[in-house]
């Protein structure tokens, strides 16, 4: 496995510190803390590890996270004994209007908790075998994860934190043409609800901004980590914005069943009747693969008549959710 930038590897080390002394009701020695800790137990000796864990207990009281000294056995105070002040570390009690609970609600659809992992859980399980008492109320809402939709979006982000160059397939937006794309991706950024990497690409010596629901099938590896640096001025959003031009809007006539499509009925500059079991819906779109994933949810309900490409990505997407479920039969 790819070691981490040292900046990450950070990161990691003292997030896993935290939890492993959230988790203690009792302080702990720093063997034990050594023990729980993977990154401190990579270490080659003792001094260097005292000299990391000095260093690192000075940061998360500067961050504001209360580490506090005791001694582990009342009658030896030889030996200091390190825990988080959970009372201090805790939130008080907070009061929301109800505007702000409509907020909230909107961002629990997009943010929750994640499962601890990797190294963390690894330092869970061995304070849990060393016999030192779980107080598990305290790990809540330690590390909260964005789900999205789109399935380029986890290969992407771990090659932005690798600095690892990927291949993939891209279908443009303006053309409706599949190309394959060889990128350094830089970063990763929400804009105007999608997700974008930017990155150099390798193909045009160029920056270039792409959208994550573009990308179709896998996003493959296309080098070794650490192969290529980030710009230090690189500021993503920015970037995003000059290149990620969105197209002006353009007209599609739909023929919806009656009672079905009422989001589309509401954004619709007309609607008139067929028959008695279907409507005529004129709404405008601007970006035909992203419009085409939506009608492809109605299924049956919705049928394409215009224009020809929003048809074809449409068809595209049934056939080949008619495919995956084929392959799931046999």
């Given at each position: ?5 040292a ?27 050594r023990?729980?800790?993977?990154q ?11 000299r ?14 209360p ?7 009342p009658?030896f ?13 805790a ?18 659809r ?21 016999g ?22 986890d290969?992407?982000k ?13 279908r ?6 599949v ?9 990763m ?16 010596g ?13 996003v ?11 710009p ?6 920015a970037m ?13 006539v ?8 009422n ?13 008695d079991?279907?409507s ?7 970006d ?19 224009p ?23």
């Amino acid at each position: 496995m790819a070691a981490l930038p040292a900046a990450a590897a950070k990161t990691e080390r003292l997030l896993n510190l935290v939890i492993c002394l959230l988790y203690t009701r009792m302080p702990l020695t720093k063997a034990r803390i050594r023990s729980a800790v993977p990154q401190y137990g990579e270490t080659a000796s003792v001094e260097a590890f005292d000299r990391m864990f000095e260093r690192d207990k000075d940061e998360l009281r500067d961050l504001g996270i209360p580490l506090v000294t005791e001694a582990v056995d009342p009658l030896f105070d030889d030996e200091p004994g390190y825990r988080i002040d959970r009372r201090e570390y805790a939130l008080p009690e907070i009061a929301f209007a109800p505007d702000e609970l409509a907020v909230l609600g909107l961002a629990s659809r997009a943010w929750q908790q994640a499962s601890l992992a990797g190294p963390a859980a690894q330092a869970l399980r061995k304070l849990e075998a060393a016999g030192v008492e779980r107080d598990d109320a305290s790990l809540i809402g330690i590390e909260p994860r964005l789900r999205t939709t789109e399935p380029a979006f986890d290969a992407i982000k771990d090659a932005v934190v690798r600095r690892q160059p990927v291949t993939f397939t891209y279908r443009t937006a303006r053309s409706g043409d599949v190309r394959t794309r060889h990128l350094q991706p830089w970063a990763m950024a929400s804009w105007h609800g999608r997700w974008y990497v930017t990155g150099f690409d390798t193909d045009r010596g160029a920056p270039r901004v792409f959208r994550l629901s573009r990308i179709e099938g896998s996003v493959a590896t296309d080098g070794r980590p650490g192969s290529y640096d980030v710009p230090a001025d690189h500021e993503p959003t920015a970037m995003i914005q000059t290149m990620a031009v969105e197209r002006d809007p353009q007209p599609a006539v739909l023929r919806v069943r009656v009672g079905a499509g009422n989001s589309l009925r509401r954004r619709a500059r007309t609607i008139g009747d067929v028959d008695d079991h279907w409507s005529l819906v004129d709404v405008d779109f601007t970006d035909a693969e992203t419009f085409a994933e939506e009608l492809a949810g109605f299924g049956p309900d919705v049928v394409v008549e215009q224009p020809p490409d929003l048809q074809e990505a449409v068809i595209r997407r049934l056939k080949g959710a008619m495919a995956e479920h084929e392959g799931e039969g046999r």
